[in-house]
C-alpha cells in the first residue's frame, strides 16, 4: 500500500465531469479531498490524499493522465522563502498538520513539506509572508 | 565592583569578557553568582518582533524651484509621510497605509505594504517613488513634486522609534467562538491558539528589570547598525506588579531609540503584515548590560523559568479595556510548546524570533569583543519603580 498526496490540474474541458469516482471504482484507490476550487479562468485544482496498491495506484494516475489531468506532488507547492522567513513561530500553532514546528534546540521554525496539506492558513498569518504558495 | 570607564578600557586594549544573555545563565548555574560578576564584563541581550510605534525621518534636500511640504501632503510609494515640518522634512510611521489600501473592506484585511516596508526597501537601495504637493509661498513657490528617492541621497535619514523593546508582554487568546484577527496574529476561537510576543531571557529590558544600566544615552544594537536610546518609550509603566526577583508579570518600561537609518540592514528591520490588522516594521535590538556589580550579574542571569505573564483575553478584555488575566504562565512553559488556560491545552505561537534575539546578542557580543563597539554611561536614568511614573487610560471628557 502506498499513500501519497498530489495536486490534480484540470483544464478547462475537464472541469464538469466525473473524474476522481473513477479512481475507487476502477483503480480501488481510497482518497482524501484536502482542498478543492475552480479558479476564475475555470481550471480545476484538487489536493488529494491517495491510498491503494502500489500497482494501482500508478494505474490510476496514468488514467488521470490520459484524461488530460496534470499532476504535480504537493511539496512543491507551499514553499518557505528562506530569506524572508525570520523563524518566529507564529505560525506554528496555525498549522493543522505539525508540518511547522519550532526546533527546540535552535529556536528555529522548521517546515515539513511531506506534512503540509496545502491548507494555506500560514500563508497569509506570516508576519513577513515567506510562506508562498505556487499552484 | 567595575566602572563602563574600565570596560572600555578593556575592549580597547583586548581582553574584555563578554557573554550572551543566555550564556550567563549557565555560568552562574556552573559557577555561581559571585565568580560570574567578577569574570563578566558585559552581558549582551537581544530582541526582534514587530514594534509598532517605530519610523523615520528624512531630509529629501530643497528642490529647484523650492517647495514648502510643511502644511502639504508627501508620499513614499503611496504611503502618506507626516510632513508637518519646515519645507523638506517629513516622518514616516512603519503603520501608515495608502490612501486605497483596501483596510478591513473585504476582512480579513492583507496589509501588504506599508511604511515599515517602505523603510526595509529603502535600506535595501531601491528608489522610492515621492509625490507631494504644497500650497505655495513667494519663497517656496513650487506646488507639486514628483521624484524618485534613494536613501543613500537624502541629507538625513532616522530611524526614531517612540516605543519599542516592551519588558514583557501579554500572552493573547481567544475565549469567543469565532477568529479573530490581532496585532498579537490570528487567534482560534475558544482558546485555539495562544500567542506571546517577548525573548523572554534574552529580552533587554528584562535583564536589568530596574533600569540600574539601561538609561537614555545608552549605546544599542538598532536595526543591524549602531543606536541610542533617546528617552523612555511611549507607555512606558514602570510601576507594575513584580516578583521577588524584580521582574514585572506584565507589559512595563518601554524605550525610545534612535539611531542613523543609513548604517542600518534591511535584515535587521523588517515590512510586516498583520492579517486583518495592519502594517508594522519588525525591530532588531539589542542592548549590553554592563556588570557594575553582583546584584546586575544576578538580574542578567535569570532564566525562562523566572519570568512570568499574563494570559489576556483578546476577544473581550483587551479590546474592552477591562484589566483581567486568566492566569499567569512563565516563558519556559511558553516555549515548551503548550500553555494550559482554563483547563485546556493551548499550542503557543510566539511573534517575536528567538533565535534572531539570540544572533543579535551574539553580534553585539563579537562586536563588543573586536573593539567595533564602546559602551557609554547613561546621561540620565529612565523612570524606575520608585518615580510614580505610570501609564494612564484616557479619561475621556464631553466637548461643550
Not at chain 2, 528608489?127 to 506646488?143: S, V
Not at chain 2, 539589542?286 to 476577544?315: C, F, N, W
Not at chain 2, 473581550?316 to 492566569?327: K, N, R
Amino acid at each position: 500500500m502506498i499513500s501519497k498526496r498530489i495536486v490534480l490540474h484540470f483544464p478547462h474541458r475537464l472541469v464538469d465531469q466525473p473524474i476522481v469516482y473513477k479512481l475507487v471504482k476502477d483503480y480501488d484507490l481510497q482518497f482524501n479531498i484536502l482542498k478543492a476550487y475552480v479558479t476564475p479562468q475555470e481550471e480545476g485544482l484538487m489536493v488529494l490524499e491517495l491510498l491503494g496498491k502500489k500497482e494501482n495506484f500508478d494505474k490510476g494516475i496514468e488514467y488521470l493522465q490520459s484524461c488530460g489531468v496534470k499532476i504535480q506532488p504537493l511539496s512543491q507547492d507551499v514553499i518557505r522563502n528562506e530569506a524572508k522567513c525570520t523563524d518566529c513561530g507564529v505560525c506554528v500553532p496555525i498549522c493543522p498538520t505539525a508540518a511547522l514546528v519550532v526546533d527546540p534546540h535552535t529556536r528555529k521554525v522548521l517546515f515539513y513539506d511531506n506534512k503540509c496539506i496545502a491548507c494555506e492558513l500560514c500563508v497569509k498569518v506570516c508576519p513577513t509572508r515567506a510562506m508562498e504558495v505556487h499552484f | 565592583m567595575r566602572t563602563i570607564k574600565e570596560i572600555n578600557e578593556k575592549i580597547k586594549k583586548g581582553g574584555v569578557v563578554v557573554v550572551t544573555a543566555e550564556e550567563i545563565i549557565d555560568l552562574v548555574r556552573k559557577k555561581g553568582a559571585k565568580y560570574a560578576a567578577q569574570e563578566v564584563d558585559v552581558v549582551t541581550t537581544g530582541t526582534f518582533g514587530p514594534m509598532c510605534s517605530s519610523g523615520a525621518y528624512f531630509n529629501i534636500g530643497h528642490s529647484k524651484p523650492r517647495i514648502k511640504l510643511g502644511g502639504g501632503t508627501c508620499k513614499l510609494n503611496d504611503v502618506p509621510a507626516y510632513c508637518g515640518f519646515a519645507a523638506v522634512d517629513i516622518y514616516l510611521g512603519a503603520t501608515a497605509i495608502p490612501e486605497d489600501d483596501p483596510h478591513n473592506k473585504v476582512f480579513p484585511g492583507e496589509f501588504k505594504y506599508g511604511g515599515g516596508h517602505v523603510i526595509q526597501e529603502l535600506l535595501v537601495g531601491r528608489d522610492i517613488r515621492l509625490e507631494a504637493t504644497a500650497y505655495g509661498t513667494d519663497c517656496y513657490p513650487r506646488k507639486k513634486l514628483e521624484t524618485l528617492i534613494n536613501l543613500k541621497d537624502l541629507n538625513e535619514a532616522v530611524l526614531f522609534n517612540i516605543r519599542n523593546c516592551y519588558q514583557n508582554y501579554n500572552v493573547a487568546v481567544n475565549l469567543s467562538d469565532k477568529m479573530i484577527y490581532t496585532y498579537m496574529g490570528v487567534l482560534k476561537p475558544k482558546l485555539g491558539n495562544a500567542n506571546y510576543c517577548s525573548a523572554g531571557q534574552l529580552s533587554p529590558l528584562l535583564k536589568d528589570p530596574y533600569y540600574k544600566t539601561i538609561g537614555i544615552g545608552t549605546k544599542i544594537f538598532l536595526g543591524g547598525g549602531t543606536g541610542y536610546v533617546a528617552w523612555q518609550g511611549t507607555q512606558h509603566n514602570p510601576t507594575v506588579k513584580r516578583k521577588d526577583n524584580g521582574i514585572p508579570q506584565a507589559p512595563a518600561g518601554t524605550l525610545a531609540v534612535i539611531g542613523d537609518l543609513k548604517q542600518m540592514k534591511p535584515e535587521w528591520l523588517i515590512g510586516t503584515s498583520m492579517l486583518g490588522y495592519g502594517a508594522t516594521l519588525t525591530v532588531g535590538i539589542g542592548v549590553p548590560i554592563p556588570i557594575l556589580d553582583e546584584e546586575i550579574l544576578k538580574y542578567t542571569a535569570i532564566k525562562d523559568e523566572e519570568i512570568y505573564t499574563q494570559i489576556v483575553d483578546y476577544s473581550t478584555s483587551y479590546p474592552q479595556m477591562i484589566s483581567e488575566s486568566l492566569g499567569e504562565v512563565n516563558y519556559a512553559q511558553l516555549k515548551s510548546g503548550k500553555i494550559v488556560v482554563q483547563g485546556k491545552e493551548v499550542p503557543t505561537g510566539n511573534l517575536s524570533s528567538y533565535s534572531k534575539a539570540r544572533e543579535i546578542a551574539e553580534e553585539l557580543k563579537s562586536r563588543i569583543k573586536k573593539g567595533d563597539f564602546l559602551l557609554t554611561e547613561p546621561v540620565a536614568p529612565i523612570p524606575g519603580v520608585e518615580s510614580g511614573y505610570t501609564f494612564k487610560a484616557l479619561k475621556e471628557r464631553p466637548i461643550v
